[in-house]
């Protein structure tokens, strides 16, 4: 299948700070990137669609100025998270696709607020 | 009602059994629908996609569909303790891209 490379794996920051999460496709054009967000013992919850070139469709209860996403080209989507604070903390997952393709999902990226 | 309900488990197996996996789902125009495995602290992977009413048997998996039950399943044959993981059921509706994922169901592999 493809691949989709997700960086970092695991970061740990500040409360207050921001963090850049970036999803890439390495190996194919992703006309549409999801992200995903994963409590501990929970389900994956999409957080936002985002499509190249245009700005994120956001899910109910997301706020799109805290989890700012770019997807300026069709192989690099990044989701930053703003002013983070522990109860971000959470697995963050994305997943790319072509057109009609299925998605592929990235290893994920554990954010730790401390 | 949640739109993919899955029984959250433990669902345990003795090494060798079958695993039956099941998912409902409440969108009848739901027209694709997936298995996921996902690991502790991974990310999902796909191992099964099902379209069209009937059984699909890929290896020791087979995905069963009932789009008039709006019912979804998963068996595995030969359980290994490596199949232990968290299993998620996905549906994608029928315009859009969008999946819509159950809770999932943990599945526990005994030697």
């Known amino acids: 299948g493809a691949v989709v490379s997700q960086h970092p794996s695991w970061v740990i920051c500040k409360s207050g700070t921001s963090v850049k999460i970036e999803c890439r496709s390495l190996?194919?054009?992703?006309?549409?990137m999801f992200w995903y967000r994963q409590f501990p013992k929970q389900s994956l919850m999409l957080m936002a669609t985002s499509n190249e070139g245009s700005k994120a469709t956001y899910e109910q209860g997301v706020e799109k100025d805290k989890f700012l996403i770019n997807h300026a080209s069709l192989t690099l989507s990044t989701l930053t998270v703003t002013s983070a604070h522990p109860e971000d903390s959470s697995f963050y997952i994305c997943s790319a696709k072509s057109g009609a393709s299925e998605a592929f999902f990235g290893q994920g990226t554990r954010l730790t607020v401390v | 009602q949640k739109e993919v309900e899955q029984n959250s488990g433990p669902l345990s197996v003795p090494e060798g059994a079958i695993a039956s996996l099941n998912c409902t789902y409440s969108?009848?125009?739901?027209?694709?629908f997936f298995w996921y495995r996902q690991y502790s602290g991974k990310s999902p992977e796909l191992i099964m996609s099902i379209y069209s009413n009937g059984d699909k048997e890929d290896g020791r998996f087979t995905a069963q569909l009932n789009k008039a039950s709006q019912y979804v399943s998963l068996l595995i044959r030969d359980s290994q303790p490596s199949d232990s993981a968290t299993y998620l059921c996905?549906?994608?509706?029928?315009?859009?891209?969008?999946?819509?994922f159950g809770g999932g169901t943990r599945l526990m592999v005994k030697p």
């Open positions: 969108d009848r125009g739901s027209q694709s």
């Open positions: 190996d194919f054009q992703a006309t549409t």
């Open positions: 996905a549906v994608k509706r029928n315009a859009g891209n969008m999946l819509t």
